[in-house]
């Protein structure tokens, strides 16, 4: 098993705040000759107009290190191959990268990071680490 993100529970806490079950903690991949990929979390919620549920997958990033870019760039390739991986075992969830508030105003408001999110290149999810909350998903 991973170790698990320095916001892991705060992170898993502010989905189920915001309606959604955890369903996996972790979500495992597993892949050909026993080998295993694992995305943080996984979780749903139920569409109230329909009977069917959004199902989602959570890679949680501190962007502790001492360069935003190099974390940035660990972080995307992670994103990229699991999101490539989900596709093929668990094709309806959708996967977010979730940061803090702070990272998104640091990294993703930055020319590097927004050129990711308008070309649709990573799904954020924004959270509170304060107050257990998400505060803004952005896709």
Avoid: C
Avoid at 11 to 18: G, S
Wanted: glycine share 4%; no cysteine.
């Amino acid at each position: 098993m991973p170790a698990k993100d320095t916001y892991h529970q705060t992170v898993k806490n502010a989905l189920i705040k915001d309606g959604w079950t955890i369903t996996h903690d972790p979500l495992r991949i597993r892949l050909a000759r026993s080998r295993n990929l694992f995305v943080d979390l996984g979780a749903e919620r139920m569409l109230a107009a329909e009977r069917d549920s959004e199902k989602i997958a959570i890679e949680i990033k501190s962007f502790l290190s001492p360069s935003d870019m190099k974390d940035l760039e660990g972080a995307v390739g992670q994103f990229v191959l699991y999101e490539r991986l989900l596709k093929r075992y668990y094709p309806h969830h959708l996967l977010f990268l979730a940061v803090t508030e702070d990272i998104k105003k640091r990294v993703f408001e930055e020319e590097a990071g927004q050129t990711l999110i308008e070309d649709s290149i990573i799904r954020l999810v924004t959270f509170d680490p304060a107050v257990e909350v998400i505060v803004q998903w952005i896709q």
